[in-house]
């Protein structure tokens, strides 16, 4: 069993930047694909990034392409999410998740195709 742990959520003005960690216990992430996800009350859970197990694929939602950045360090078993220059719009609970197979295939990456999800960090962005 997988435990994902998410952190380095806040409350920041547009403009400015977080780094999410997502910590990983129960297994290695090593192969294994990652991925955040962004939900706000009343919407479904919206495909933010992915990253392949290597870390050298990566591929991003249109509304935040070239001002977030997901990476990973698989030494510490952990994978980070970048958020610059943020919008009110990027306000949400923002979610990593793990898959139990070795590959995922996408685009697109939707919410069914992930097996285990943390609990979330809350990112708020006022205007």
Excluded: H
Aim: net charge positive.
């Amino acid at each position: 069993q997988v435990q994902l742990v998410e952190s380095g959520g806040g409350l920041v003005q547009a403009g400015a930047s977080l780094r999410l960690s997502c910590a990983a216990s129960g297994r290695t992430i090593i192969n294994y694909p990652m991925a955040w996800f962004r939900q706000t009350p009343g919407k479904e859970r919206e495909f933010v990034a992915t990253i392949s197990e290597s870390g050298k694929a990566t591929y991003y939602a249109d509304s935040v392409k070239g001002r977030f950045a997901i990476t990973r360090d698989n030494a510490k078993n952990t994978v980070y999410l970048q958020l610059n220059n943020l919008k009110p719009e990027d306000t949400a609970v923002y979610y990593c998740a793990t898959t139990r197979n070795t590959y995922i295939t996408g685009p697109p990456y939707n919410a069914g195709m992930w097996d285990y999800w943390g609990q979330g960090t809350q990112v708020t962005v006022s205007s």
